[in-house]
């Protein structure tokens, strides 16, 4: 499944039905008089938060939604029927953004939760509701209010309660495939991953979900590299691991470098990314011998670093250590099987509802 994290679509409720014009033609029932009914509600644009749903992609095949029209009144007093509500369901931790205005229009932050975005068009007055003393026979009758529309972005923040983050082979991809069940592209290259990656960690009874972002690099801010547009993902996150080469190769050059061309990219960005707790992790242990690390490790300290993880992504060493101190900024209840499942399933529209698949 491609990744897509930001779409534009148009959105219409339905108009209301016209009432009707009629009059009574029965049999023994002198003048009759006026019966035309009420025309039907129109279709709301109802939004609604699904689990297993990762991805806007769909949204760059289907742009233009549109609610349905609620029917005409009819004779004999008969009201018009409302036209169903247009529900478009969209994946946990989904912003509606006005194109107009830049407002955010609803944040989708649990599954199931739905917004009402547009309401359709109030049904006409058919002539039976314009029938006074004085005006026995009206002909009038009202169309019907249209329906609103609209242009609007979705743009996915995805939800997990830890980021990952660094610069281009730091070892982001081996770690997350070292402690969950995501499969990401490993190679010996810069931005080896392109797109936001999700896994659910199980470590010591507990769950958690970790998003893997690209990595940065100097100048991210303003559009260097794949820029910063993928810092979105790890807004809402709780603690953010950040993982530095121990052998100082590539951008960054030693790992107290590295690390504080990470931190001023998150300080750029905003949103409050660079007050988030950060675990410092000296990633490819594997790689290097204990003075080698032991020294970077106090560099990192005098840089500013609280507390230094020495670990290896490829063979595991020193990542229960850490993944035991990302606990302690986690709550007991943290990454339900609602959670683990919205990154690990797939979902399925029925009826008259419209759902990516």
């Given at each position: 499944m491609h990744f897509l994290d930001q779409a534009k679509i148009y959105i219409k409720s339905g108009g209301g039905g016209p009432g009707a014009v009629g009059f009574r033609r029965e049999k023994y029932i002198e003048y009759g008089g006026p019966d035309g009914g009420d025309g039907g509600r129109g279709g709301d644009v109802v939004f609604e938060a699904v689990a297993g749903l990762n991805t806007l992609i769909d949204f760059r095949y289907t742009q233009h939604f549109k609610a349905r029209r609620g029917s005409h009144g009819m004779g004999k007093d008969r009201t018009g029927a409302s036209a169903p509500p247009l529900v478009i369901k969209v994946p946990v931790g989904t912003q509606i953004i006005s194109d107009e205005t830049g407002e955010v229009l609803a944040d989708f932050t649990e599954v199931g939760q739905r917004e009402v975005l547009l309401e359709g068009g109030l049904g006409g007055r058919g002539n039976a509701s314009y029938k006074t003393s004085t005006n026995r026979a009206p002909r009038q009758h009202q169309p019907g209010l249209p329906g609103e529309e609209m242009w609007v972005w979705l743009r996915l923040k995805l939800l997990a309660d830890v980021g990952l983050?660094?610069?281009p082979n730091a070892g982001k991809s081996t770690f997350i495939n070292q402690i969950t069940n995501a499969r990401a592209k490993v190679g010996d290259y810069a931005f080896t991953t392109l797109v936001p990656k999700l896994g659910v960690v199980r470590h010591k009874g507990r769950e958690f979900v970790l998003a893997d972002i690209p990595g940065?690099?100097?100048?991210?801010?303003?559009?260097?590299?794949v820029?910063?547009?993928f810092l979105g993902h790890i807004e809402r996150c709780r603690v953010l691991i950040h993982l530095i080469d121990i052998t100082g190769i590539g951008p960054g050059q030693d790992p107290a470098e590295a690390m504080k061309i990470v931190e001023a990219e998150l300080d750029a960005y905003g949103?409050?990314?660079a007050d988030?707790?950060?675990l410092i992790a000296l990633n490819k242990l594997d790689l290097a011998d204990a003075e080698l690390a032991e020294g970077f490790a106090q560099e990192l300290k005098d840089a500013g670093a609280k507390e230094v993880f020495v670990i290896s992504g490829a063979t595991g060493e020193g990542i229960d250590?850490?993944?035991?101190?990302?606990?302690?900024?986690?709550?007991?209840a943290t990454a339900t099987e609602t959670k683990a499942a919205a990154v690990e399933e797939t979902d399925e529209g029925e009826g008259g509802e419209w759902s990516p698949v």
């Open positions: 983050l660094g610069l940065l690099i100097e100048g991210a801010a303003e559009g260097a590299g820029g910063d547009r949103s409050e990314l988030k707790p950060r250590r850490l993944l035991d101190a990302v606990l302690g900024y986690l709550p007991e």
